[in-house]
């Protein structure tokens, strides 16, 4: 009878707390034996592993695009864009940002048919569109990639953006406006 064995880690996200173990497994079943202590703290598994990514609490890991990159993400419900900055904010994060067309499709998959802000306006300068992530200013080929064409255009004073499901890309709209809200933020590694 053949095992496979491979070393991994479970990893306690309140105290950072490492345990390792020894995995065997056989077909789609498993054994999890902590090596060193039968009383192993609670968390995640992490197999075949030396340093992994961990989201934050209140934060889900996603996997988009074609090269399996990872994001922490959150959507919270109904809320103007200041609140929404706010909150993402007080979690640790700030409202996600959608540069890529595969950014864009990762969105449009948790928006579930709703309307939602993504981390963009023009608050600070008009017309000068900034991601919250890191200040940039929004990019040409950005521009391109995720908004409808035309877009944004201020148009009656729109200084925020939102993903739009009506088309499934990016708009510019009021930042009094209630919509849910993409807060992400960034994963860390945990190394063990």
Same mark, same amino acid.
């Given at each position: 009878?053949?095992?496979?064995?491979?070393?991994?880690?479970?990893?306690?996200?309140?105290?950072?707390?490492?345990?390792?173990?020894?995995?065997?497994?056989?077909?789609?079943?498993?054994?999890?034996?902590?090596?060193?202590?039968?009383?192993?703290?609670?968390?995640?598994?992490?197999?075949?592993?030396?340093?992994?990514?961990?989201?934050?609490?209140?934060?889900?890991?996603?996997?988009?695009?074609? !090269?399996?990159? &990872?994001?922490?993400?959150?959507?919270?419900?109904? @809320?103007?864009?200041?609140?929404?900055? %706010?909150?993402? /904010? $007080?979690?640790?994060?700030?409202?996600?940002?959608?540069?890529?067309?595969?950014?864009?499709?990762?969105?449009?998959?948790?928006?579930?048919?709703?309307?939602?802000?993504?981390?963009?306006?023009?608050?600070?300068?008009?017309?000068?569109?900034?991601?919250?992530?890191?200040?940039?200013?929004?990019?040409?080929?950005?521009?391109?990639?995720?908004?409808?064409?035309?877009?944004?255009?201020?148009?009656?004073? !729109?200084?925020? &953006?939102?993903?739009?499901?009506?088309?499934?890309? @990016?708009?510019?709209?009021?930042?009094? %406006?209630?919509? /849910? $809200?993409?807060?992400?933020?960034?994963?860390?590694?945990?190394?063990?």
């Amino acid at each position: 009878m053949a095992w496979d064995k491979n070393a991994g880690f479970l990893f306690e996200s309140g105290s950072g707390q490492c345990t390792p173990v020894l995995w065997i497994g056989q077909g789609s079943g498993g054994i999890v034996i902590p090596s060193g202590s039968a009383d192993a703290p609670p968390g995640n598994l992490y197999v075949n592993s030396q340093t992994t990514i961990h989201c934050p609490d209140g934060f889900q890991e996603v996997s988009y695009g074609s !090269e399996g990159h &990872v994001s922490c993400l959150v959507v919270l419900l109904s @809320l103007s864009y200041e609140s929404a900055t %706010s909150k993402c /904010n $007080a979690m640790g994060g700030y409202l996600a940002s959608v540069r890529t067309a595969e950014r864009l499709q990762m969105a449009v998959g948790l928006a579930q048919g709703n309307d939602m802000w993504v981390g963009m306006d023009d608050l600070v300068q008009e017309g000068e569109y900034r991601w919250q992530e890191d200040g940039e200013l929004l990019t040409d080929t950005e521009r391109a990639d995720v908004f409808k064409p035309g877009e944004p255009n201020n148009n009656g004073n !729109e200084d925020c &953006v939102h993903y739009r499901r009506s088309n499934d890309q @990016l708009n510019d709209s009021r930042c009094s %406006s209630l919509k /849910n $809200a993409l807060c992400e933020s960034p994963p860390r590694s945990v190394a063990c």
